[in-house]
């Protein structure tokens, strides 16, 4: 099976190329199958790296100029001037960069992928947002480290990628309380769940709202990890079965 990326229209300047991969179009087998480019997971490291590989040819770049970090569920971004080997990476979770050729990728199985990107300054960023990075700041970080390398506010576009929809996301009570206590208006990120004690909560829209209140303009695939199992690796879908691991999703992100 061939890779079967997915581009967001948002992002479709001459000046840059960018994929949100599902899981479809590499070598990795069982639960990790099949395009799996997760370092962190239990899987062949040789099948991840040649995973790793397609997803870079696919997007005209050498292996060797992909940069993912150690994602730790921070707010923190990194500007990346020069590319590190494979697991190699800053812990944190977000990257940004001016350099061309550059790959900058984040992988996910539930939380937010989210690209960056202002075109005319020739600035992008990739982030890690789950509801942690989400809600301490991580796609603020993003802008400003874009910024502080000549970005310009009214000209970032950003794309959330295939993420946890609200259907399919339940939270407790202290979950709740976490965001209510931080602002009340959190409230409208949450609706009934039939657990007593317990409610889904709507990561993407989340994420949106702070995007978009960061002053950016932002959009969404609206796709949801965990109800589509054939494109997409899903951490709370491996949860609920009892499975011992899970594959990653790549997005990534070049200036050309």
């Not at 370092?39 to 040789?46: E, I, T, V």
């Not at 590319?83 to 960069?97: F, K, Q, S």
Request: glycine share 10%; proline share 4%; net charge negative.
């Amino acid at each position: 099976m061939s890779l079967t990326p997915i581009q967001a229209d948002a992002l479709a300047f001459p000046n840059i190329r960018h994929a949100f991969f599902t899981r479809e179009g590499g070598v990795s087998e069982g639960i990790y199958a099949s395009l799996n480019t997760g370092l962190g997971s239990a899987d062949d490291r040789l099948h991840i790296l040649e995973n790793r590989a397609r997803a870079c040819r696919h997007l005209e770049v050498a292996p060797e100029q992909l940069a993912t970090p150690h994602q730790i569920h921070s707010s923190d971004a990194t500007v990346v001037h020069e590319v590190w080997a494979p697991g190699e990476g800053p812990r944190c979770d977000a990257l940004v960069t001016d350099r061309r050729g550059v790959l900058l990728g984040i992988g996910t199985a539930d939380c937010g992928p989210v690209l960056f990107a202002d075109a005319k300054a020739g600035v992008i960023g990739a982030a890690h947002a789950g509801w942690k990075g989400a809600f301490s700041g991580v796609l603020e970080a993003t802008i400003d480290a874009m910024a502080q390398l000549g970005a310009e506010q009214s000209s970032i576009v950003a794309v959330l990628g295939p993420t946890i929809s609200a259907k399919n996301y339940e939270v407790g009570a202290d979950f709740v309380d976490r965001f209510l206590s931080a602002d009340g208006e959190n409230e409208r990120f949450f609706s009934a769940s039939e657990r007593a004690g317990h409610s889904m909560f709507d990561l993407p829209a989340y994420i949106l709202k702070r995007l978009r209140e960061a002053g950016i303009e932002a959009h969404t695939l609206d796709l949801c990890t965990y109800a589509d199992e054939d494109r997409f690796f899903s951490y709370r879908r491996t949860t609920h079965r009892g499975e011992k691991d899970y594959g990653r999703l790549l997005s990534a992100i070049v200036l050309a």
